[in-house]
Nanobody
Framework: VQLQASGGGSVQAGGSLTLSCAAS????????IGWFRQVPGKEREGVSC????????FYADVVKGRFTISSDNAKNTVYLQLSRLKPEDTAVYSC????????????????????WGQGTQVTVSS
């Protein structure tokens, strides 16, 4: 299982970014792929997840209405569109996957996801 996250950067508050997670080494449609974020000194925070097979999604309340997760099954890639960004969205964003997690509250729990990609830094300035 390999996950490659990209697309991070620095933006001003109110701006937008799109993160990508390219997946390989597993049957993409059978897994849930999610995004977590972490700032130094804090716990990892579940942001969103998607099951490519049926498009089932889950969003944390703090990003609902501002972030959109989607998948391109032909490219084995999951996207996370970040809009109306706030300084508190600043973090390292990592994509994760596991075949036994369903879109829902489990997407909050980092210990349920056995495969992690490297992170991509998102910095939002005020």
């Amino acid at each position: 299982v390999q996950l490659q996250a990209s697309g991070g950067g620095s933006v001003q508050a109110g701006g937008s970014l799109t993160l990508s997670c390219a997946a390989s080494g597993f049957t993409f449609k059978d897994y849930v792929i999610g995004w977590f974020r972490q700032v130094p000194g804090k716990e990892r925070e579940g942001v969103s997840c998607i099951r490519a097979r049926d498009g089932g999604t889950f969003y944390a309340d703090v990003v609902k209405g501002r972030f959109t997760i989607s998948s391109d099954n032909a490219k084995n890639t999951v996207y996370l569109q970040l809009s109306r960004l706030k300084p508190e969205d600043t973090a390292v964003y990592s994509c994760v996957t596991d075949p036994f997690v369903s879109p829902g509250p489990g997407c909050y729990d980092p210990y349920l996801f056995r495969s992690w990609g490297q992170g991509t830094q998102v910095t939002v300035s005020s």
